[in-house]
């Protein structure tokens, strides 16, 4: 690999003379390097432009010209057999190779890419255990060039330098981006026939980190870099000296450096490949973020973004686009906030030593003036604005597999654009567009494509409404693509990965919630196959808890076929016979429980009560009257001493709430479980199972006095060295009360048995309580006459007001 480096002015005279190709270093996704490009392009006017990216694309660089192509994008490749390996390369309005692609189609001039093929990178990170995350790019592609911004490995530990971080502190700065900002992108494109200056500079700072800190210590780098020198030769055969190169600032020593074909080829022998589609992608600039995780991201794309479109004053135009944001979201920023905030950052930037301001003193100036020294609405603007929600665009040729495009197909026809800024959806599944968003939406969520999540309406509450929170990711393209194995069209690829997850489900519970989500997606064609599955697990399954675990979510999708129309008929049959499994199997599931056991099973018990109210009276096929025997196992439960406290309690309770218990009843098995031969653990469970929960029971307690007192009075009776004990589950049960609920409670235990409750008849007065009588309190009323007369602006005599009061409270 030896051979002498050339200098940057060997090198600029070289290329005066006509030799060598055109070496562009740039940053990825920097403004100051594509205005530079541009600048340089337009000087040198090469012949051939070639890109750092993969070859793979070069058939889809014509889309680029695309009116319905808008940034960001990205370069998306993935395995065939293997879609979820893929890789992304993004591109942004401001990537200098965007710039690039974009001059090129604009001149009619050839451009290519000539990294290392996706081919390779995507079966070479296979090899490499963990080197490839599903659904994201391996190491060195998204882009293709983690490494070219942050150097080669240094040492056995495998530390990437950051040549960036490197310069600005050799330059005194401490902070890289700030150094880049002053010397690039507030530089300016120059004067004419100066364009290639700075990439001659860059190009010698380049080299003399590589030669300090080493070039081979990356075995992918070194790899990368001979392809790509093999290229260029190749090219250069081709077209001469018109060759202008746009690659990362790190390697242009590297393609510089003068090597033998028999040396590079020998990097390349051997590499393991797989085979790859291509396409574009529509990206975001928050994936473009370094905060996303991205190696070769940015802190600031929304910034970046916008020095690269503004045409003039930037600070000006930035300072507006924020305050359109803070207004918009009912702060009060003025034009002279605008103005003053302005004046400030252009005086920091003064008191600092930079040529304009950047963005550390555009958002101290913000904070300042527009956000009054708060951060909360700061966060705000770096969210919306620095880093940004921008999604591109990708016309409907770009090459697409075909479910992708009967997504597309559908996302227009039922007016759902992915966006990448989160929004929230109300559906009414009356309406029948509403009702094909929710099959979309159920659909992909069973695809693994989590475009939406259902969220709590904060509307009504009936089957009929859903609410969905929507928010468009890059990485749902690959998700998309992997979908593709199961079908060409949502609808059959769904079908088919439901009928496959059925089959491969585990438990009862998998295949009862799979059921559940296949009558949200409305799927006819699996759900006979889903059904028949939940009918063998559930005829096999013994374990009570899987089943009472299971028939909740059956009976919610008998109701969700209400509202859409699906024919659940067999899939009542099958809830009716696990209910039935479930009342012979449940008493003796829960006798000899610990503590665990016994609250989980309580759950049990209240997802079983609420299930079989939903199923409502009707009787099943054979199965007599679910209500009806449900009572039956519930008052089992209530008189058997081998079930756990905590589960007779909620037994007792939920009888009383459905009036199959009379009162006295209650208040006779709760004073049969108070008394003294009860232990007092057993009995604060009881008590929990009773009025815990978070079930209403306080206000149960609030208004029956008998059952009040009993509680009262077994608790004042327990056992000092028993009450640390019992202490945990009551301060569990009563912890869970509304905050009113637990006042009131302690002012009638203050108050004591026999004072009245919430069932003293209206109007008589709750005896005890400061401010409630029978009658009027004049005296009380005649001390607020004044006020009410100064804020009613009246002259009227006391005795009228007092009168109108009177009218008024009683």
Same mark, same amino acid.
């Given at each position: 690999?030896?051979?002498?480096?050339?200098?940057?002015?060997?090198?600029?005279?070289?290329?005066?003379?006509?030799? %060598?190709?055109?070496?562009?270093?740039?940053?990825?996704?920097?403004?100051?390097?594509?205005?530079?490009?541009?600048?340089?392009?337009?000087?040198?006017?090469?012949?051939?432009?070639?890109?750092?990216?993969?070859?793979?694309?070069?058939? &889809?660089?014509?889309?680029?010209?695309?009116?319905?192509?808008?940034?960001?994008?990205?370069? &998306?490749?993935?395995?065939?057999?293997?879609?979820?390996?893929?890789?992304?390369?993004?591109?942004?309005?401001?990537?200098?190779?965007?710039?690039?692609?974009?001059?090129?189609?604009?001149?009619?001039?050839?451009?290519?890419?000539?990294?290392?093929?996706?081919?390779?990178?995507?079966?070479?990170?296979?090899?490499?255990?963990?080197?490839?995350?599903?659904?994201?790019?391996?190491?060195?592609?998204?882009?293709?060039?983690?490494?070219?911004?942050?150097?080669?490995?240094?040492?056995?530990?495998?530390?990437?330098?950051?040549?960036?971080?490197?310069?600005?502190?050799?330059?005194?700065?401490?902070?890289?981006?700030?150094?880049?900002?002053?010397?690039?992108?507030?530089?300016?494109? %120059?004067?004419?026939?100066?364009?290639?200056?700075?990439?001659?500079?860059?190009?010698?700072?380049?080299?003399?980190?590589?030669?300090?800190? =080493?070039?081979?210590?990356?075995?992918?780098?070194?790899?990368?870099?001979?392809?790509?020198?093999?290229?260029?030769?190749?090219?250069?055969?081709?077209?001469?000296?018109?060759?202008?190169?746009?690659?990362?600032?790190?390697?242009?020593?590297?393609?510089?450096?003068?090597?033998?074909?028999?040396?590079?080829?020998?990097?390349?022998?051997?590499?393991?490949?797989?085979?790859?589609?291509?396409?574009?992608?529509?990206?975001?600039?928050?994936?473009?973020?370094?905060?996303?995780?991205?190696?070769?991201?940015?802190?600031?794309?929304?910034?970046?973004?916008?020095?690269?479109?503004?045409?003039?004053?930037?600070?000006?135009?930035?300072?507006?686009?924020?305050?359109?944001? &803070?207004?918009?979201?009912?702060?009060?920023?003025?034009?002279?906030?605008?103005?003053?905030?302005?004046?400030?950052?252009?005086?920091?930037?003064?008191?600092?030593?930079?040529?304009?301001?950047?963005?550390?003193?555009?958002?101290?100036?913000?904070?300042?003036?527009?956000?009054?020294?708060?951060?909360?609405?700061?966060?705000?603007?770096?969210?919306?604005? /620095?880093?940004?929600?921008?999604?591109?665009?990708?016309?409907?040729?770009?090459?697409? /597999?075909?479910?992708?495009?009967?997504?597309?197909?559908?996302?227009?026809?039922?007016?759902?654009?992915?966006?990448?800024?989160?929004?929230?959806?109300?559906?009414?599944?009356?309406?029948?567009?509403?009702?094909?968003?929710?099959?979309?939406?159920?659909?992909?969520?069973?695809?693994?494509?989590?475009?939406?999540?259902?969220?709590?309406?904060?509307g009504s509450t009936g089957t009929f409404r859903e609410s969905w929170r929507l928010r468009w990711e890059p990485e749902l393209s690959v998700r998309v693509a992997e979908a593709g194995v199961w079908g060409t069209t949502v609808l059959s690829a769904v079908t088919a990965k439901a009928e496959a997850d059925a089959v491969a489900a585990q438990?009862?519970?998998?295949?009862?919630?799979?059921?559940?989500?296949?009558?949200?997606?409305?799927?006819?064609?699996?759900?006979?196959?889903?059904?028949?599955?939940?009918?063998?697990?559930?005829?096999?399954?013994?374990?009570?808890?899987?089943?009472?675990?299971?028939?909740?979510?059956?009976?919610?999708?008998?109701?969700?076929?209400?509202?859409?129309?699906?024919?659940?008929?067999?899939?009542?049959?099958?809830?009716?016979?696990?209910?039935?499994?479930?009342?012979?199997?449940?008493?003796?599931?829960?006798?000899?429980?610990?503590?665990?056991?016994?609250?989980?099973?309580?759950?049990?018990?209240?997802?079983?009560?609420?299930?079989?109210?939903l199923l409502g009276d009707a009787p099943a096929a054979g199965q007599g009257n679910l209500s009806a025997r449900w009572q039956a196992v519930l008052r089992v439960l209530c008189g058997r001493d081998t079930v756990p406290g905590v589960i007779r309690g909620r037994a007792v309770r939920l009888l009383l709430d459905d009036g199959e218990l009379?009162?006295?009843?209650?208040?006779?098995?709760?004073?049969?479980?108070?008394?003294?031969?009860?232990?007092?653990?057993?009995?604060?469970?009881?008590?929990?199972?009773?009025?815990?929960?978070?079930?209403?029971?306080?206000?149960?307690?609030?208004?029956?006095?008998?059952?009040?007192?009993?509680?009262?009075?077994?608790?004042?009776?327990?056992?000092?060295?028993?009450?640390?004990?019992?202490?945990?589950?009551?301060?569990?049960?009563?912890?869970?009360?509304?905050?009113?609920?637990?006042?009131?409670? =302690?002012?009638?235990?203050?108050?004591?048995?026999?004072?009245?409750?919430?069932?003293?008849?209206? =109007?008589?007065?709750?005896?005890?309580?400061?401010?409630?009588?029978?009658?009027?309190?004049?005296?009380?009323?005649?001390?607020?006459?004044?006020?009410?007369?100064?804020?009613? =602006?009246?002259?009227?005599?006391?005795?009228?007001?007092?009168?109108?009061?009177?009218?008024?409270?009683?």
């Amino acid at each position: 690999m030896g051979g002498r480096q050339v200098t940057g002015v060997e090198e600029s005279v070289g290329r005066a003379a006509g030799a %060598g190709p055109v070496l562009l270093g740039v940053r990825h996704h920097g403004p100051g390097s594509a205005r530079a490009v541009r600048a340089a392009l337009e000087e040198t006017r090469p012949r051939i432009v070639l890109i750092e990216g993969p070859p793979e694309a070069d058939a &889809l660089i014509p889309l680029a010209a695309d009116e319905e192509m808008r940034p960001p994008v990205a370069l &998306l490749a993935h395995a065939v057999d293997e879609p979820g390996r893929s890789a992304f390369w993004p591109l942004a309005e401001f990537s200098p190779e965007w710039v690039a692609i974009r001059w090129a189609l604009e001149h009619d001039v050839p451009a290519r890419f000539i990294d290392l093929p996706a081919t390779h990178t995507l079966a070479w990170g296979r090899q490499e255990d963990g080197a490839g995350v599903e659904g994201k790019s391996p190491p060195d592609a998204e882009t293709a060039d983690n490494e070219g911004d942050y150097g080669p490995a240094s040492g056995p530990a495998d530390v990437r330098i950051d040549p960036l971080g490197v310069l600005a502190e050799t330059a005194g700065y401490d902070d890289p981006e700030r150094w880049w900002e002053d010397v690039v992108e507030h530089r300016g494109v %120059g004067k004419k026939g100066e364009a290639l200056a700075p990439f001659t500079a860059i190009e010698e700072a380049m080299g003399a980190l590589r030669e300090t800190y =080493g070039s081979e210590g990356h075995d992918r780098d070194l790899v990368r870099e001979a392809y790509m020198r093999l290229q260029v030769r190749a090219t250069q055969r081709e077209f001469e000296d018109g060759v202008a190169v746009v690659c990362g600032a790190w390697h242009v020593p590297a393609l510089r450096r003068k090597t033998t074909v028999v040396a590079d080829k020998a990097l390349l022998k051997g590499l393991p490949k797989v085979k790859t589609d291509m396409t574009w992608v529509p990206w975001t600039h928050r994936r473009l973020s370094r905060n996303s995780g991205y190696g070769a991201g940015i802190d600031s794309p929304g910034w970046y973004g916008h020095l690269f479109s503004a045409p003039d004053r930037p600070v000006e135009r930035w300072m507006t686009k924020v305050a359109g944001l &803070l207004r918009a979201e009912d702060r009060f920023v003025s034009s002279a906030h605008v103005i003053e905030a302005v004046r400030l950052a252009e005086t920091l930037a003064a008191m600092r030593g930079r040529p304009l301001p950047g963005l550390s003193e555009t958002t101290d100036a913000v904070r300042a003036v527009m956000c009054e020294g708060s951060d909360v609405p700061l966060a705000l603007v770096r969210d919306r604005l /620095v880093v940004g929600d921008v999604l591109g665009e990708v016309p409907p040729t770009a090459p697409a /597999v075909p479910l992708q495009r009967d997504l597309a197909r559908l996302q227009r026809r039922l007016r759902l654009k992915p966006e990448a800024l989160e929004r929230e959806v109300e559906l009414d599944l009356r309406k029948e567009t509403d009702a094909a968003r929710s099959r979309l939406l159920h659909r992909l969520r069973l695809l693994g494509i989590a475009w939406g999540e259902p969220a709590a309406s904060r509307g009504s509450t009936g089957t009929f409404r859903e609410s969905w929170r929507l928010r468009w990711e890059p990485e749902l393209s690959v998700r998309v693509a992997e979908a593709g194995v199961w079908g060409t069209t949502v609808l059959s690829a769904v079908t088919a990965k439901a009928e496959a997850d059925a089959v491969a489900a585990q438990g009862l519970a998998d295949v009862t919630a799979l059921a559940e989500r296949c009558l949200l997606a409305e799927l006819p064609e699996a759900l006979p196959t889903v059904m028949r599955l939940l009918a063998d697990r559930a005829a096999l399954d013994t374990d009570v808890g899987q089943l009472a675990q299971a028939l909740p979510a059956l009976v919610r999708s008998l109701r969700y076929g209400d509202v859409r129309g699906t024919d659940t008929g067999a899939l009542g049959e099958v809830a009716a016979g696990l209910a039935e499994r479930v009342f012979v199997g449940l008493p003796p599931a829960c006798a000899a429980l610990d503590a665990d056991g016994a609250e989980e099973m309580r759950r049990h018990v209240d997802a079983v009560h609420g299930a079989v109210g939903l199923l409502g009276d009707a009787p099943a096929a054979g199965q007599g009257n679910l209500s009806a025997r449900w009572q039956a196992v519930l008052r089992v439960l209530c008189g058997r001493d081998t079930v756990p406290g905590v589960i007779r309690g909620r037994a007792v309770r939920l009888l009383l709430d459905d009036g199959e218990l009379a009162q006295d009843e209650a208040a006779r098995l709760m004073g049969l479980v108070l008394s003294p031969g009860t232990p007092p653990a057993d009995a604060a469970a009881w008590i929990e199972g009773f009025v815990g929960g978070g079930s209403g029971g306080g206000m149960l307690l609030v208004h029956d006095d008998r059952l009040l007192g009993l509680v009262d009075a077994w608790l004042t009776g327990v056992p000092v060295e028993a009450f640390t004990d019992v202490l945990p589950l009551l301060r569990r049960t009563f912890s869970a009360y509304e905050p009113g609920v637990r006042r009131t409670l =302690g002012e009638l235990v203050r108050r004591g048995p026999g004072a009245g409750s919430g069932a003293t008849g209206a =109007g008589s007065g709750i005896p005890g309580i400061p401010g409630f009588a029978a009658e009027l309190d004049t005296v009380r009323a005649d001390a607020v006459l004044p006020v009410v007369r100064l804020l009613l =602006g009246l002259d009227e005599g006391e005795e009228h007001i007092r009168n109108n009061l009177v009218g008024v409270t009683g």
